[in-house]
């Protein structure tokens, strides 16, 4: 257990919806990264969040976006959703902002289906 | 961003040593090198970082070369539950970007 919790575990909705993604960072960590991982894209960083500000951009669309609030929970919004979507996002942690020399602590994802 | 070079696979009989090269000659001076692994069902799961001397913890040694241009993650007795893909991975400063890693196979 590495003590970041995501909820739901599975999210299963239909084309053009939209979901929300929920993530608690481990006791102490300020950092909070977002991943998407696909069968043919492997993992992906998304987004980087440190004590509330927006840290770091990877390949996040315009139709995602995130926040961390001021308990330093982060939400990943998915709007208008398409099929390609369907994929495994996984939320970790990290008690600095600089994850290149740290480590992250990752949560057990939560699996997302478009149907 | 500086990319790293694995092997889709690889194969190691339990309770034998494992080895996991990867290549990675564009690293810059300020790159640390991670490994994570990922088991099935399961998300990333740090396994050690280094920089530049080799390091060890009770998972596994790192071993890095003079250069910086390689390394290799040393799995001392391999088990069942080592069973997973392992990334080697370069980070800096803001993120760590993922390849795709080797997967490893324990055969009992």
């Known amino acids: 257990d590495s003590g970041v919790t995501q909820t739901p575990k599975h999210l299963i909705t239909a084309t053009g919806q939209r979901v929300t993604l929920r993530c608690s960072p481990r006791?102490?960590?300020?950092?909070v990264y977002w991943y998407q991982q696909s069968l043919d894209q492997g993992l992906q960083f998304l987004i980087q969040y440190y004590n509330g500000e927006e840290r770091a951009k990877g390949n996040i669309l315009e139709r995602f976006s995130a926040q961390q609030f001021p308990d330093l929970h982060s939400e990943l919004n998915l709007s208008s959703l398409e099929l390609g979507d369907s994929a495994l996002y996984f939320c970790?942690?990290?008690?600095?902002?600089?994850?290149?020399?740290?480590?992250?602590?990752f949560g057990p994802g939560t699996r997302l289906t478009v149907l | 961003d500086a990319k790293t070079t694995q092997p889709n696979s690889m194969e190691s009989n339990e309770e034998e040593p494992v080895h996991l090269p990867c290549n990675h000659s564009?690293?810059?001076?300020?790159?640390?090198i991670h490994w994570y692994r990922q088991l099935p069902s399961q998300g990333p799961e740090y396994v050690i970082h280094g920089l530049t001397s080799n390091v060890n913890n009770r998972m596994a040694s790192l071993a890095i070369a003079e250069d910086r241009k390689s390394s290799t993650l040393i799995l001392h007795r391999a088990t069942l539950r080592d069973a997973a893909v392992y990334y080697c991975?370069?980070?800096?400063?803001?993120?760590?970007?993922f390849g795709k890693g080797t997967r490893l196979h324990i055969l009992p």
């Open positions: 991975i370069l980070g800096s400063d803001d993120k760590i970007i």
């Open positions: 970790a942690s990290s008690v600095v902002w600089a994850s290149g020399y740290n480590e992250q602590f």
């Open positions: 006791s102490g960590d300020l950092s």
């Open positions: 564009t690293i810059s001076g300020t790159d640390y």
